[in-house]
Nanobody
């Protein structure tokens, strides 16, 4: 199983980034795939996720209206478009996958089956 993230970087406040997560090694459309982030000294928090078969979507309140998640099932890739970035969005962003059946939609780290290695996002003020 592999979840490979890309697209992180250093941007100024108000700018945009798009993260990608390429998945392999599991039945893609049986899983909900999403993103967590972790700032220095903070706990890992759920940002957004999408069920790859039904297309149901969850966003954390802190990113609603600014971030958009999507899935290209043919490419087995999930994208996170991040607009109007703020310094508080800074952190390591992790792609994560959880079997959709039984998922609580609370996007807790304890529910996750597979993790990517993470990509750094830094937003300067």
């Amino acid at each position: 199983v592999q979840l490979v993230e890309s697209g992180g970087g250093l941007v100024q406040a108000g700018e945009s980034l798009r993260l990608s997560c390429a998945a392999s090694g599991f039945i893609y459309d049986s899983y909900t795939i999403g993103w967590f982030r972790q700032a220095p000294g903070a706990e890992r928090e759920g940002v957004s996720c999408i069920s790859t078969r039904a297309g149901s979507i969850y966003y954390a309140d802190s990113v609603k209206g600014r971030f958009a998640i999507s899935s290209d099932n043919a490419k087995k890739t999930v994208y996170l478009q991040m607009n109007s970035l703020k310094p508080e969005d800074t952190g390591v962003y992790y792609c994560a996958a959880v079997l959709t059946a039984g998922f609580s939609w609370r996007l807790l780290p304890s529910e996750i089956d597979y993790w990517g290695q993470g990509t750094q996002v830094t937003v300067s003020s």
